[in-house]
């Protein structure tokens, strides 16, 4: 039995800590393979933005200080 190219999975979304305390402000994070996928909330069927590993750690410790 030979298995065929398998469908990808969906990426498994977060809202950001940093996020506003209100609905309004929502950005969502998903890891993946090559690094973190960053979108809006409100928008999530819109445009994302691909960031590697290395980026995504760096943001996230300048964002901390």
Excluded: H, I
């Excluded at 760096?58 to 964002?63: L, M, P």
């Amino acid at each position: 039995m030979s298995l065929g190219p398998q469908p990808a999975s969906e990426p498994v979304w977060f809202k950001s800590s940093y996020s506003g305390g209100n609905a309004t402000e929502c950005v969502e994070a998903a890891f993946v393979s090559t690094g973190v996928l960053v979108r809006d909330s409100k928008v999530p069927d819109g445009s994302r933005v691909a960031v590697s590993a290395e980026a995504w750690c760096r943001f996230v410790a300048v964002s901390g200080q």
